[in-house]
């Protein structure tokens, strides 16, 4: 039930005068509705899509290293790509919002055939078509649009800095994809060298087994040996191609799985001091891009409250007719301007409903950033933890294990010159070993920094590598230029 009172003018109906006034004022209406700001949102174009499908971008560079895997573009990326569709959505809802505080410019009009009745002025006129243009306006509702704008704005930024946290996340993603196809490659190729000699000292039982100078036993079990190790080899191989697989989906180009992989040299990490855990915890809290876009969200649902709460206040605007008639008539005006005041007495409890989802959704939002406080409390804590481990006790391992490699091979190499050895024994192989042994504990190392910037929000190319951040321009391509 709505009470409205209008304050409408009256004018006499001079058609020519009148005429030209309405038309200045209505254009000048039309130009402030047409003119009327929008944001305009810096995103690169979206990706081709054919038959439903994503079209592959530009191929992977050949050979992939480190620096291609942090430069590399993913706005194709399927995940990147979700978190920008919740983006556009989040900014096509704030366009609808602020639409309710623009002017609305309507075109109606009827063409219609009567009867004149016997009292009507023109009897003889059976046209009675009618066009009109309206004009309407919001002038004042309390504060209640402002507040729902306010709200529509905090969750359009808080998306914004969930896609620029996807896309991180993502490029870690890609990171360790890198790694685990290195990985993959490194523990085939120790296998490779391991299966070798084993096969060597299987044929040679083979060949002391039809002298007669070995056992059906000692043959079995040089055999047993070698199958296991041919196994786990083709398992590795098998894994080559799973880990390639996985880089190319999280690339973003599915079609296209990298052959060559170029080594990053990452051994400046174990120079690199751990932060404190308090200091980390501190910088995290501030700085974390998931955590920051839950409190626009909060922000968001206290606007929302706001505006709820003033769901039963009045509000008024002002309205613009200018109408033509073929049929002139005592109550047909060609020009009406007036203001109206609206103040909704009842609205069945809807004011209510208002106000209690906007507390719930607060109450959520709420819930769901203290729990992720409490995870970036206990993620930085891990953190540093890991850090500090594989700078200290994962160095000495790497540098005990290249230290036995070196002194094995050397000895047997010796021992093969001194042709009291027919092979080298297993010391390629144990060469493979640390240098896989290096690998794992240097990507782990790695991958740890990287999630450190992830917390932080600081670029990989900066803590990994020590470059200046190239990629200010991708990481923030939706910055608004209003």
């Known amino acids: 039930m709505m009470a409205r009172r209008s304050l409408d003018g009256c004018y006499p109906r001079r058609r020519a005068d009148r005429a030209r006034g309405c038309c200045g004022v ?45 430069s590399l573009p993913l706005d194709s990326q399927y995940g990147v790509l979700a978190a920008r569709s919740r983006y556009e959505q989040r900014a096509a809802e704030r366009v609808l919002t602020r639409s309710d505080n623009r002017p609305e410019v309507m075109i109606d009009g009827r063409l219609r055939y009567v009867e004149p009745g016997d009292l009507a002025t023109e009897n003889d006129q059976h046209d009675d078509h009618r066009a009109g243009l309206s004009i309407r306006q919001k002038l004042f509702d309390f504060g209640r649009q402002q507040d729902r704008e306010a709200a529509a704005t905090a969750r359009l930024e808080g998306a914004r800095l969930a896609l620029l946290d996807e896309r991180k996340r993502q490029r870690l993603e890609l990171l360790r994809a890198y790694f685990d196809v290195l990985l993959a490659d490194q523990r085939y190729q120790a296998l490779n060298e391991r299966m070798a000699i084993l096969f060597i000292r299987y044929d040679r039982a083979q060949d002391r087994r039809e002298l007669g100078q070995t056992s059906d036993y000692d043959l079995a079990r040089f055999e047993s040996d070698y199958q296991e190790v041919l196994l786990e080899r083709a398992r590795a191989d098998a894994d080559r191609r799973m880990s390639r697989r996985r880089l190319a989906e999280v690339a973003g180009r599915p079609d296209q799985l990298p052959r060559d992989l170029k080594m990053p040299e990452l051994d400046a990490l174990f120079e690199r001091e751990a932060p404190a855990v308090g200091e980390l915890i501190e910088i995290a809290l501030a700085e974390d891009l998931r955590l920051n876009a839950l409190r626009q969200r909060y922000r968001g649902s206290e606007s929302d409250l706001a505006a709820a709460r003033t769901g039963n206040l009045p509000s008024l605007h002002a309205e613009i007719n200018a109408d033509h008639y073929t049929r002139e008539g005592a109550t047909r005006d060609p020009f009406r301007a007036g203001v ?28 769901e950033m203290a729990e992720r406080e409490a995870m970036v409390r206990r993620y930085a804590t891990e953190l540093v933890e890991t850090i500090r481990l594989e700078r200290s006790v994962g160095r000495s391992r790497i540098e005990a294990l290249e230290n036995y490699a070196e002194l094995n091979f050397t000895r047997n190499q010796t021992l093969y010159q001194m042709e009291k050895a027919t092979d080298l024994g297993d010391a390629m192989a144990q060469m493979s070993r640390a240098r896989l042994e290096r690998m794992t504990i240097t990507f782990d190392l790695a991958t740890r920094w990287a999630e450190y910037a992830l917390l932080t929000d600081q670029p990989l190319e900066a803590v990994l590598l020590g470059q200046p951040d190239d990629s200010s321009g991708e990481e923030n391509v939706t910055e608004e230029t209003s």
């Open 340 to 367: 109206y005041l609206e103040f909704p007495l009842w609205r069945g409890g809807a004011r209510n409903g208002e106000i209690r989802s906007a507390q719930a959704e607060r109450m959520a939002v709420v819930a």
């Open 26 to 70: 209505l254009a000048a209406c039309l130009t402030l509705a047409v003119a009327a700001p929008v944001a305009a949102v810096d995103l690169p174009p979206p990706p081709d899509v054919a038959d439903g499908r994503l079209i592959t971008p530009e191929p992977l560079p050949q050979p992939l290293g480190i620096d291609e895997v942090l």
